[in-house]
């Protein structure tokens, strides 16, 4: 019923940029955060971003700040990712994430918090 498909991976070079994009159809969250997660061979899908989809909160892991900036364009029902000044430590599979419900801002840095997900879409930063 509710489905989000994630696009814009690929591969670049250091210093490159890319703009991930996951499209929500189905239910709409207006209320609700959404974020994007990514995860690397061995270890857990760690926390890059999150937006209040209706809002104005908006929060970065501190390995990212400065460098990606999400946003959304409601009217589309589309999360965004802008990556730039990318590194090779952000080479992951990058997952878009909503929840069901309200969360709070703290919540919102936690996986288990959300209840969608994207397939997931590979990003490589070479050096």
């Known amino acids: 019923q509710v489905r989000m498909v994630e696009s814009g991976g690929g591969s670049v070079q250091a210093g490159g940029s890319l703009r991930l994009s996951c499209l929500a159809s189905?239910?709409?969250?207006?209320?609700?955060?959404m974020g994007w997660f990514r995860q690397v061979p061995g270890k857990e899908s760690a926390f890059v971003a999150l937006i209040s989809w209706n809002g104005g909160i908006v929060s970065y892991s501190d390995s990212v700040k400065g460098r990606f900036t999400i946003s959304r364009d409601n009217a589309k029902n589309t999360l965004y990712l802008q990556m730039n000044s990318l590194k090779p430590e952000d080479t992951a599979v990058y997952y878009c994430?909503?929840?069901?419900?309200?969360?709070?801002?703290?919540?919102?840095?936690?996986?288990?918090?959300?209840?969608?997900w994207g397939q997931g879409t590979q990003v490589t930063v070479s050096s």
């Open positions: 994430a909503a929840a069901s419900r309200p969360i709070t801002q703290d919540m919102g840095l936690m996986a288990s918090s959300y209840d969608y």
């Open positions: 189905g239910r709409t969250f207006s209320d609700n955060g």
